[in-house]
């Protein structure tokens, strides 16, 4: 990992100065790629997909130079999960066989969802903290767990996976401050409102026929 982190060395070099923090190039481009795609997913555009694989591999990049290594695995996580997202929303399926649309989570499923997020929430914790450097690992943990979850959701096209994203933005927010990205501490901050509009822009998709999947 050392040798890749010394040949991307010039993505690592900061691009200016912000709140005293140096803003590298890699979190300036990993920054206008994740705006772009979070707005192709208001849209349900698929062009979402390939711009989240190439943000994903470049916040991976900036994460674990940082020592965020829960949020630099995520990110990998991120990318996979990008293409199977890609595939999901153009040949997947719903339940009724059809091509998948904007729909919404039953309580039970809902139910389970949040009490996954919760039981692995702390695993990861311990885990990063005994096997890692991280200064923050539940801190680091959460918002990890959290993305997976709506990653899952959006890629399934379930409306919930806006109200995950803003709790993974507002954790966001403060981790990433704590770290000095203060870049992509406006970034995350615009994702929570971006996320409450995605939840509208949904909304207004969802069949009124369709009962919860």
């Given amino acids: 990992m050392d040798d890749l982190l010394q040949t991307l060395q010039p993505l690592l070099r900061p691009a200016f100065t912000l709140l005293g923090s140096p803003i590298t190039w890699t ?11 979070v707005i192709c997913n208001m849209r349900v555009h698929v062009l979402a997909w390939p711009l989240a694989i190439a943000s994903s591999l470049l916040y991976f990049l900036l994460f674990w130079n940082g020592k965020l290594y829960g949020e630099a695995s995520l990110q990998l996580l991120f990318a996979a ?17 059809q091509s998948l649309r904007v729909r919404r989570l039953s309580p039970r499923g809902l139910g389970a969802a949040v009490l996954l997020t919760l039981l692995a929430w702390p695993v990861l914790g311990l885990f990063l903290h005994h096997q890692t450097d ?6 680091d943990a959460l918002p990890t767990v959290a993305s997976v979850l709506g990653q899952w959701l959006l890629g399934r096209k379930y409306q919930e996976n ?10 966001s927010v403060a ?13 995350y ?25």
Wanted: charged share 10%; hydrophobic share 60%; net charge positive.
């Fill in 27 to 37: 979190e300036v481009l990993a920054f206008v790629m994740a705006v772009w795609m």
């Fill in 162 to 171: 806006w109200s995950v994203w803003v709790l993974v933005n507002i954790v």
């Fill in 189 to 213: 901050a615009c994702f929570i409102p971006m996320s409450v509009a995605g939840w509208r822009a949904w909304q207004r998709q969802l069949a009124p026929q369709t009962a919860p999947a």
């Fill in 81 to 97: 999960l990008a293409v199977w997202g890609w595939w999901q929303w153009l040949h997947g399926k719903g339940d009724d066989g």
């Fill in 175 to 187: 981790l990433f401050a704590y770290k000095g990205y203060w870049l992509t501490v406006v970034l």
């Fill in 134 to 139: 991280s200064t923050v690992p539940f801190w």
